[in-house]
């Protein structure tokens, strides 16, 4: 079973019950996304295309299923955060870790503490895209508004 956190049901107004669990399911989806990409450990994709032929076996169909989760994901983030949006998050996550790293949580001098930052920092960032949309709507009752070219 899981736990409660994981699956909590609230009603909006109009009376509908809204589960959390996609949220989740969200996180870990573009965490793996992330850190299957590249991590510090070498147990990655792109470790697994420069060992050997990249036309042998399954490589060309799992570099086309990268690219295409990857350009999925940048559009989420334009299109949830826009540019200017994951910038300012990028700077909200490494004002964090300068944080983490004045209090000693973290030490910073490694490459490979570098290497988790920039992957898990990346997730949160397609993470943050994909559900930008459902808190704006959440916090400000607006879905959505389509700009207008007014002359």
Do not use: C
């Not at 996180?27 to 032929?53: E, K, R």
């Not at 826009?82 to 300012?88: L, V």
Request: a positive charge; aromatic letters at 16%.
């Amino acid at each position: 079973m899981l736990p409660s956190f994981l699956i909590n049901r609230s009603k909006t107004k109009e009376g509908k019950e809204v589960n959390y669990f996609k949220g989740w399911v969200s996180l870990m989806l573009s965490m793996a996304l992330s850190i299957g990409t590249w991590n510090p450990t070498g147990y990655h994709f792109v470790h697994y295309l420069i060992s050997g032929n990249l036309l042998e076996g399954f490589k060309p169909f799992y570099i086309l299923v990268m690219i295409a989760l990857w350009i999925l994901a940048l559009k989420v983030i334009y299109q949830g955060l826009k540019w200017y949006g994951a910038m300012i998050l990028s700077l909200i996550i490494l004002s964090f870790i300068w944080g983490l790293a004045q209090y000693n949580i973290i030490d910073t001098s490694s490459i490979d503490v570098w290497g988790w930052i920039a992957v898990i920092s990346i997730g949160l960032i397609i993470w943050v895209g994909m559900n930008a949309s459902i808190w704006w709507k959440k916090f400000t009752g607006v879905y959505t508004t389509d700009a207008t070219e007014e002359g």
